[in-house]
């Protein structure tokens, strides 16, 4: 089992920065791809950035490329999702996820653990 808890979340104007950490337990954290999503109210949750186990790769959605930004902490068990130039449309709810294994995927499915969520309000 793995336990991941999200924090960092909150209110950001247009333009604004926020960096979200995810705090992993339990099994050995390095082991696990790691993911962040997002979910907005009637809209399916989808897929931000993934990074894998080593840090070795990092891939985004297209929607906040250039503007987020994740990383990891193999050390600390954290794994962290820095986002600046936020807009309106990148509020939802934020979660972070956990696949054991090298590979990493855009897919929510394939991701074994998830955390509560942490929620991401940026006004216009």
């Known amino acids: 089992q793995v336990q991941l808890v999200e924090s960092g979340g909150g209110l950001v104007q247009a333009g604004g920065s926020l960096r979200l950490s995810c705090a992993a337990s339990g099994r050995t954290f390095s082991n696990y791809g790691m993911g962040w999503f997002r979910q907005a109210p009637g809209k399916e949750r989808e897929f931000v950035a993934a990074?894998?186990?080593?840090?070795?790769?990092?891939y985004y959605a297209d929607s906040v490329k250039g503007r987020f930004t994740i990383s990891r902490d193999n050390a600390k068990n954290m794994v962290y999702l820095q986002m600046n130039s936020l807009k309106p449309e990148d509020t939802a709810v934020y979660y972070c996820?956990?696949?054991?294994?090298?590979?990493?995927?855009?897919?929510?499915?394939?991701?074994?653990?998830w955390g509560q969520g942490t929620q991401v309000t940026v006004s216009s």
């Open positions: 990074i894998r186990w080593s840090a070795s790769s990092t």
């Open positions: 996820a956990a696949k054991e294994g090298y590979i990493v995927t855009m897919q929510p499915t394939r991701y074994t653990y």
